[in-house]
């Protein structure tokens, strides 16, 4: 199953907004709405934070959106805070017979 | 409380099999299904297999096909993965996750559970 692409480590200040990509292909981010997004603290459980390319589950921040052109996706989280340093990957439906893959995992560090 | 509770960490020699537990609470378990996702050191998260909590229909990932089993025990609100045959390489974090059949995104992950093949 082939991986989708995130840049390694993104960080920011306080405040700032930062963002961070998840590159695919056709048949997976391209093809599909399908993207969803978690973020990851050390030790704790995976939390989606969008799915849908830009929907936001309940109780999850405005901070954080999304959007997605062609065969890559991006979350953006705006007004950066302490609590967002953590992990982050992004996950698509795919046609391949693994019908999901996953993110290479971006680490997000508040400055 | 909605939550996924995975059993502890694990250590196996090459060979051995292992087996995963993960426990829903807070929600109706046969509603939804149950994902098994790993990651290894260094590595990508990587899909492994589904069952519908509800029917127990399965499928896997071709990767583990004939190594790896998930079942589920409706009575207990629990989902088990076991993966056999383990070499060093099958040494990662091993997660749970619940799916709406409905949905394509995982609304709920359990808290991992680690897993190391070591002679």
């Given at each position: 199953q082939s991986a989708l692409t995130q840049p390694a480590s993104v960080s920011g200040s306080p405040g700032q907004s930062i963002t961070i990509s998840c590159t695919g292909t056709s048949s997976d981010v391209g093809d599909y709405k399908y993207v969803s997004w978690y973020q990851r603290h050390p030790g704790r459980a995976p939390k989606v934070i969008?799915?849908?390319?830009?929907n936001r589950p309940s109780?999850?921040?405005?901070?954080f959106s999304g959007s997605k052109s062609g065969n890559t996706a991006s979350l953006t989280i705006s007004?950066?805070?302490?609590?967002?340093e953590a992990d982050y990957f992004c996950s698509s439906y795919t046609?391949?017979?693994?019908?999901y893959v996953f993110g290479t995992g971006t680490k997000v560090t508040v400055l | 409380q909605v939550q996924l509770v995975q059993s502890g960490a694990e250590v196996k020699k090459p060979g051995a099999s292992v087996k995963v537990s993960c426990k829903a609470s807070g929600?109706?378990?046969?509603n939804y299904a149950i994902h098994w996702v790993r990651q290894a050191p260094g590595q990508r998260l990587e899909w492994m297999g589904w069952i519908?909590?509800?029917?127990g229909n399965r499928k896997y990932s071709q990767k583990f096909q004939g190594r790896v089993t998930i079942t589920r025990d409706t009575s207990a609100g629990t989902a088990h993965m076991e993966l056999s045959?383990?070499?060093?390489?099958?040494?990662a974090v091993y997660y749970c996750a619940k799916h709406d059949n409905?949905?394509?995104?995982?609304d709920l992950w359990g808290q991992g559970t680690p897993v190391t093949v070591s002679s």
């Open positions: 969008l799915y849908d390319v830009s109780g999850v921040s405005n901070r007004g950066l805070q302490a609590e967002d046609s391949t017979s693994t019908p | 929600y109706t378990f046969t519908n909590v509800g029917n045959s383990l070499r060093s390489e099958d040494t409905s949905d394509y995104y995982f």
